[in-house]
């Protein structure tokens, strides 16, 4: 598989470290039920058949984190972000 | 005791120079180690890289890349190195805190900037005062990192890196030859050019490329530890071509 | 040497006359250059080439090409024996040394084909039915018995003496496939000024133009070849990669593709790498790959002398070789003429030409007339003879039987286009009844199938399909240019009969010659419920064989939709995964093995270290120096206890530049730590380091280190020299995807740095002497967990007075290349004290001593407080971790917790690995109390010391428990002590 690392150009998918799900965000950690939050969190799980945004870590190259659209079923990479200008969204965003 | 006098190893200094692989004609791998440089990593500092590469640009006459490329000469490179974030070489064994921005101000680069199709041709310049030589007393690498903290600590984060990593520069009719037994990247002329630089890694070991000329010469960083496993895969791979270690 | 009796004079085409000497089974012969070791051994009139897998049968050379089921050798000999391999895919070199393998005593003696008398227990399921009882049979009668009846060659037993590499290609348009429609993909491409890639398995470029005699605009075909080979030779940006078989394709346009650099020569040239395994990178691919010839089905239908028809005609038109004297052809389509046309022109006598198809084309009677040939409309039942083919028996459509002799009969049963590298991603192939084939379904992204692969056998259709394709592939890529013009091709007739799988078959009716796969076993498998192609494939082992059942799989579809009365289509295919033919291990693993079987980190005193004798052990990727042994000292532990004797008593200096160093720089930097450290780091003053713990977010440890403080806003982080990759990753992540909002700046800072601890009651007297005089190194300049920029000889470093040892102790640090000129001054300093260098053994036993946790206990699956560390952990503020550290479960002090043990007989040893249980209870999983993590000998105090993980941990102080090693059949009382055994008030750290 090949990953379009936005900065350093497409590369072979050895370049890079899988983490999963980039939809998870990590819990508020005062709310009353945060520890079953975090189980969450940290444990569970979806495993969707078709595209799935989840993060890459560029450890061969850039040292980016970035968030990849990837079809789960075809591998196609249907999109490719820094993870920290998605993370500054998700904030702005609240 | 007697006052302490420190040379430096390089990293590739328990290799012997000269030939090895195939000994016939000339050798199809040119490989040399360069040695004394100081480098230094340089993170901007939080929204604060337009005014980082103003800066830069006032102070060195370079515009720092945003995007896999090197900017600078032999005496002061600004490699890409990730996001908001550059290496920075310098050569060594000059005294201890130059006024590097004196040697490679903005007058040694103004011409060298415009011309686009040269941007990163070497000039060799000439060092305004004496270097002083490996092993004496007061010797030692250019100390990039106060230049830099002094130059654009305002708007970057510096981190010294030393010489703690070894650069060699290979070129030679087989050079890409070579270097295909190891790097995953694509060095054809339309893909990769004097200039440019990409991150990535030869044989597991992670390298720092960047292409100096289109003879083609191009120069590879890694980390110094892995120095003897790097050389350990260059010599197996231009083998059949005939390495010279100059 | 013998001549050469079945070698054609008037047709050959190998080029040049060269001769080349070789032997089999110790026989010498005399083939050509251009030969492979299949046409040469059949120039020689060798026929019985091997043994069947199973039951031991004679076998012959079936094909010319990868597909090759049966003819395979043991070639060369020592270290370079290589079993299994294809005599067809052998290209002949001057002494050539090979062997049939899978008999004994001899080729044409072997007396284990008596297994074809035990055929029934051999048959299908056999090892499922026949092996079950009593399990430990398994190992001591069945496997090697079966072994020795059963197998292939023999695998040298001496290393590899040659060399393999890796490379990796880009390319614009890769055309996998130098056939017909290949060669004018490529030329396509190429003219239009893409950059392509024409891999060929062959040595030579041409495919079937080479086997067949074809007319290209009037000239013969392989002429036409040359001229295509010779433009494309000429283009700057085509590379043509012959010997080379692309063996799988990989997501993102990504090809697995072996270049045997020198499987044609006695060994590799010097320098030069066996074989070379290539990543191809491609925008688009034409896949071009031909067809494979399917056999036929009939009693006998291995033995030596039956043949694909198309490799007869190879080797009579491109070999110069006559693979018989008096042949029958048996074939289902409209291309037997051509076959029986070539042997017709090589003087070979056609005796029939056998056609099942109720309608057979005129051509094809008219020209067995012509020949002489009887056209018979009917099969061939059986083949009779025993080491090769003598006759066949003939049923013709009118319900006759007539037995033809003949020492040839060449066979077609249509063709199954080579679609493997179109199913790896996962495309289904699809049934065509008009072509009787399994066609590429949906192709991988930005690949076109063309040609015999697509089903499109003609030759004038494989010339268009791949100018087009080619030309497609080049504009896909934003190239311009316009489609070769196609030569004239003479006339070919295309029809094709359907699959053919009735027969009246009388004797062994082979579908996977190689695994010996007949079709009772088929039948066999259908009557025990195993319909199911993946149930079929594995019970009956078809297709599982090095061939992967190239010309078996097809036909043995076609049975099981016989017996099932379904369609071939609803039955469908197994899957095709990589390699499309054997890849050896070593092309796998290129430049990596050995001593480069991974990257070696060495340390700036490595060489140093390496002349006082150290000796080395890894850490992670590093080699560190594991203790420094003097001339006399009995054993390692004799060398280990004096290096910890002069730390605890005078000074001693090790290398810790493996640490992970990470400068983390900004205005949150602070905030930042106390993010991902579970104590507070921004109470911490400038000049200061702290010990530091961080958790992963499931609350378990992750790693530990020390952190120095340089100014307000920036720190320097360590990290276990094994966890400093996957710490520096978590960092960012928590920097760039957790808080991007946070002004920090981090970098690893790992190699700038030469770091050596120096340690002992007199380190600071050697420090003294060595680091510059205007840096204040006393006590009270520079107390315990400082940190300073200091020089050394004018070099600036840094200092920071650390232990890990419990003395008083410094880690001094100067930049990478200064590490050899470091150490150097250091042991020179510090001769009057009697310096030593000390290695990661001494270093383990005086954290041992000190009860620090390392490695053995930052496992993964303990807890801050398991590891006794609970003050560490902040309750005023949110860290990774933080939440789930706290369940329940993980905060129970009956968790296996840390504590330190000491044997009760002070003489015994301890043993890492030893498990816990309670005193007069039974060894058994239930009564588990945890485990000894680490021990050391401890010559502070004079017997052995272990930390461990007991439940309960410091609680149980005082109490006996077994430490029970059934491993080595250690089985001790051991009793429960506080985890630190040297220097419990940490008196010797702040001298
Ligand atoms: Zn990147």
Redesign the interface.
């Known amino acids: 598989m090949r990953i379009p690392c936005p900065s350093c150009g497409e590369r072979g998918h050895e370049e890079f470290a899988y983490l999963g799900d980039a939809s998870l965000v990590r819990p508020d950690p005062t709310a009353p039920d945060a520890e079953a939050r975090f189980a969450d969190y940290v444990y569970l799980r979806d495993n969707p058949a078709g595209a799935l945004r989840e993060l890459w870590y560029h450890a061969a190259g850039c040292h980016a984190w970035l968030v990849v659209t990837r079809d789960t079923r075809t591998h196609e990479i249907s999109g490719v972000e820094p993870a920290k200008a998605a993370a500054l969204r998700r904030q702005e965003a609240g | 005791m007697a006052e302490i006098v420190l040379s430096p190893t390089s990293a590739f200094a328990g290799i012997p120079r000269g030939r090895s692989g195939q000994t016939d004609g000339p050798p199809g791998v040119i490989a040399s180690e360069r040695t004394d440089l100081a480098m230094a990593t340089i993170i901007a500092r939080k929204g604060q890289s337009a005014a980082l590469r103003d800066t830069v640009r006032e102070i060195y006459g370079l515009k720092l890349p945003i995007r896999p490329t090197w900017v600078g000469n032999d005496e002061l490179a600004f490699l890409w190195s990730g996001p908001d974030q550059w290496l920075a070489l310098a050569t060594g064994t000059i005294g201890p805190l130059s006024p590097l921005r004196e040697r490679v101000g903005v007058r040694a680069f103004a011409s060298f900037e415009d011309a686009a199709s040269e941007t990163t041709a070497s000039k060799a310049l000439t060092p305004p005062f004496p270097t002083r030589g490996r092993g004496s007393p007061a010797g030692g690498f250019v100390d990039i990192e106060t230049e830099l903290r002094e130059s654009i600590g305002a708007f970057a984060a510096i981190s010294a890196q030393g010489d703690g990593r070894a650069v060699l520069r290979l070129s030679g009719p087989n050079v890409h030859d070579t270097l295909a037994k190891g790097l995953p990247i694509d060095l054809h002329e339309s893909a990769f050019k004097p200039g440019d630089v990409a991150i990535t890694q030869i044989a597991h070991i992670g390298v720092t490329i960047r292409q100096i000329d289109s003879s083609p010469t191009y120069e590879i960083i890694l980390a110094r530890s892995l120095s003897l496993s790097f050389w350990s895969w260059l010599v197996a791979s231009s083998g059949e071509f005939g390495l010279d270690f100059t | 040497m013998a001549e050469q009796p079945f070698r054609l004079k008037q047709t050959g085409r190998l080029g040049t006359e060269k001769p080349l000497a070789f032997t089999f089974d110790g026989k010498r012969y005399e083939g050509m250059a251009g030969d492979t070791l299949a046409s040469a051994l059949l120039a020689n009139g060798v026929q019985l080439v091997g043994r069947s897998f199973k039951y031991h049968r004679p076998r012959g050379i079936f094909s010319a090409g990868s597909e090759e089921p049966n003819a395979l050798v043991e070639l060369r000999s020592g270290a370079r024996r290589e079993p299994n391999t294809r005599a067809t895919m052998i290209e002949l070199y001057d002494g050539l040394d090979a062997r049939s393998q899978n008999r004994w005593p001899s080729l044409s003696l072997d007396l284990l084909a008596v297994n074809s008398l035990a055929a029934p227990i051999l048959s299908a399921g056999f090892y499922y039915k026949t092996f079950m009882w009593p399990s430990q049979f398994w190992e001591k009668v069945y496997e090697p018995l079966i072994r020795r009846a059963a197998g292939l060659g023999r695998a040298a037993q001496e290393a590899d003496p040659d060399?393999y590499?890796?490379?990796?290609?880009?390319c614009d348009v890769l055309v996998i496939g130098a056939g017909p429609a290949g060669l004018m993909a490529a030329l396509a491409a190429g003219r239009a000024g893409a950059?392509v890639i024409l891999a060929e398995e062959d040595f030579r470029l041409g495919g079937r133009l080479l086997g067949d005699r074809r007319r290209l605009d009037g000239q013969p075909s392989p002429q036409w070849v040359a001229q295509i080979e010779a433009e494309l030779d000429e283009m700057p940006n085509v590379r043509i990669m012959t010997r080379t078989t692309v063996f799988g394709a990989?997501?993102?346009?990504?090809y697995g593709a072996l270049e045997r650099v020198s499987d044609h020569l006695p060994e590799p040239?010097?320098?030069?790498p066996r074989q070379r395994l290539w990543?191809i990178?491609a925008r688009r691919t034409v896949l071009a790959a031909g067809a494979i010839e399917r056999p036929l089905l009939f009693g006998n239908n291995d033995r030596p002398g039956v043949m694909l028809a198309g490799a007869v005609r190879t080797y009579l038109n491109r070999h110069a070789v006559a693979p018989g004297g008096r042949a029958i052809v048996f074939a289902t389509n409209d291309d037997a003429a051509r076959t029986v046309a070539d042997l017709t022109a090589a003087g070979i006598a056609v005796v029939a030409l056998v056609d099942p198809r109720p309608r057979p084309p005129s051509s094809s009677i008219d020209l067995a007339d012509r020949v002489g040939a009887a056209f018979v409309t009917g099969i061939i039942s059986r083949a009779i003879g025993l080491r090769q083919v003598e006759a066949a028996v003939v049923e013709t459509d009118r319900g006759r039987t007539i037995v033809y002799d003949c020492d040839l009969i060449a066979v077609s049963g249509g063709w199954n286009p080579s679609i493997h590298l179109s199913t790896h991603?996962?495309g289904k192939p699809v049934w065509n009844e008009d072509r009787a084939a399994f066609l590429p379904g949906t192709p991988p992204?930005g690949t076109t199938v063309i040609g015999a692969a697509a089903g499109d056998f003609a030759l004038r259709d494989c010339l268009a399909e791949g100018a087009r394709a080619g030309l497609d592939a080049a504009e896909g890529e934003g190239f311009d240019g316009d489609e070769p013009a196609l030569p004239e091709v003479d006339p070919e007739g295309t029809g094709i009969g359907p699959l053919l799988t009735t027969t009246a078959a009388r004797g062994k009716t082979f579908v996977d010659l190689q695994n010996d796969v007949t079709v009772k076993d088929v039948e066999l498998a259908n009557r025990e419920g195993f319909h199911a192609v993946e149930h079929l494939k594995r019970y009956t082992t078809l297709g599982m064989a090095t061939d992967q059942g190239k010309t078996a799989n097809v036909l043995g579809l076609a049975l099981m939709a016989e017996l099932t009365g379904k369609p071939i289509a609803a039955i469908g295919t197994t899957t095709a995964r990589p390699p499309f033919t054997p890849v050896a291990i070593g092309a796998l693993a290129g430049?990596?093995r050995g001593?480069?079987f991974?990257?070696?980190?060495?340390?700036?005193s490595h060489?140093w270290a390496a002349r006082q004798g150290a000796v080395f052990v890894e850490a992670g990727q590093?080699l560190r120096a594991q203790y420094f042994p003097r001339p006399g000292e009995a054993d390692w532990l004799a060398t280990v206890n004096r290096e910890v004797n002069a730390v605890r008593t005078s000074v001693g200096v090790c290398d810790v530049?493996t640490l992970g160093k990470i400068?983390i720089?900004?205005?949150d930097a602070a905030t930042f730590l106390d993010r991902v450290y579970t104590n507070t780091f921004s109470t911490l003053p400038v000049g200061k380091a702290r010990y530091g713990l961080m958790l992963r977010?499931?609350g378990f440890v992750m790693d530990d280190g020390t952190t120095a403080r340089l100014a307000d806003d920036?720190f320097f982080m360590t990290t276990t020299t094994a966890n400093a990759?996957k710490v520096?990753?978590h960092l960012?992540?928590c920097h760039?995807?957790?808080w991007?909002?946070?002004?920090v700046?981090?970098?690893s800072?790992?190699?700038?740095?030469s770091q050596y601890a120096v340690s002992g009651p007199k380190s600071r007297d050697v420090l003294r002497?060595?680091i510059?005089p205007e840096h204040d190194i006393s006590d009270a300049a520079f107390p315990y967990m400082a940190a300073g920029a200091i020089s050394?000889?004018?070099?600036?470093g840094r200092l920071f007075r650390l232990s890990f040892s419990g003395e008083l102790a410094y880690e001094i640090a100067?930049?990478?290349?200064?590490?050899?000129?470091?150490i150097q001054?250091l042991m020179?300093?510090g001769a009057p004290f009697g310096i030593v260098p000390y290695g990661t053994e001494a270093l383990g036993v005086m954290r041992v001593e000190k009860g620090h946790v390392a490695g053995n206990e930052l496992n993964g699956t303990t807890t801050a407080h398991d590891l006794g560390l609970g003050r560490m952990v902040s309750a005023k503020k949110?860290f990774i971790g933080?939440?789930?550290a706290?369940?329940a479960a993980l905060i129970d002090t009956n968790r296996p917790r840390l504590a330190g043990f000491r044997p009760v007989d002070r003489t015994e040893r301890l043993r890492a690995g030893a498990h816990f249980i309670q005193l007069d209870t039974e060894a058994v999983a239930a009564n588990d109390q945890g485990y000894m993590t680490s021990v050391a000998f401890s010559p502070t105090l004079g017997h052995w010391i272990g930390l461990g993980l007991i439940s309960g941990g410091e609680k149980r102080i005082g109490e006996i428990v077994r430490a029970y090693d059934p491993v080595r059949n250690g089985d001790i009382a051991v009793e429960i002590v506080a985890p630190v055994f040297v220097d419990p008030e940490g008196v010797k750290l702040r001298g």
């Open positions: 060399h590499e890796k490379a990796t290609a880009f950059r990989y997501d993102g346009g990504v040239l010097p320098f030069t990543h990178i991603l996962g992204p430049h990596h001593r480069d991974r990257p070696t980190r060495l340390t700036p060489d590093w530049s400068d720089q900004g205005a977010e499931d920036h990759a520096m990753q960012e992540f760039q995807w957790l991007p909002e946070l002004d700046a981090l970098v800072v790992t190699e700038a740095w002497t060595v510059d050394v000889g004018g070099i600036p100067l930049p990478a290349s200064y590490g050899n000129a470091l001054a020179e300093a949110d933080r939440t789930l706290n369940r």
